[in-house]
């Protein structure tokens, strides 16, 4: 069993984090190019001020329709991420034909 201040902590961590779904519907034939190029995302994401963490779930109902949850200390974090260059050069992988529509994405706040 851990120390309190130790449980007390991890649920601090909880207390405005905010996590973004991002919904993608890939073309048929360029899923293999669509994870591969997330996963480089991923990576990258792990050096950005504020990110905490992000997973990629494919649709077993759906192929080729993604999820990505990805975690941040807050709202603010992840929107700043949106305006930088960083953000620009990490997603310039996905500009090709890629997608079957426009991404969807919602926020949801942990308060």
């Given at each position: 069993?851990?120390?309190?201040?130790i449980?007390?902590?991890?649920?601090?961590?909880?207390?405005?984090?905010?996590?973004?779904?991002?919904?993608?519907?890939?073309?048929?034939?360029?899923?293999?190019?669509?994870?591969?190029?997330?996963?480089?995302?991923?990576?990258?994401?792990?050096?950005?001020?504020?990110?905490?963490?992000?997973?990629?779930?494919?649709?077993?109902?759906?192929?080729?329709?993604?999820?990505?949850?990805?975690?941040?200390?807050?709202?603010?974090?992840f929107?700043?991420?949106?305006?930088?260059?960083?953000?620009?050069?990490?997603?310039?992988?996905?500009?090709?034909?890629m997608?079957?529509?426009?991404?969807?994405?919602?926020?949801?706040?942990?308060?």
């Amino acid at each position: 069993m851990g120390s309190p201040f130790i449980q007390y902590r991890r649920c601090d961590r909880l207390v405005g984090m905010t996590t973004i779904g991002m919904h993608y519907d890939v073309i048929p034939g360029k899923e293999e190019e669509f994870e591969k190029g997330f996963l480089a995302v991923i990576e990258h994401l792990k050096t950005v001020t504020g990110h905490i963490e992000s997973h990629m779930y494919e649709d077993v109902a759906s192929v080729g329709s993604y999820v990505i949850l990805s975690q941040w200390d807050s709202k603010e974090s992840f929107e700043a991420f949106l305006k930088s260059e960083a953000f620009a050069k990490v997603t310039a992988w996905g500009r090709t034909e890629m997608l079957r529509g426009r991404p969807r994405h919602k926020v949801y706040l942990n308060q």
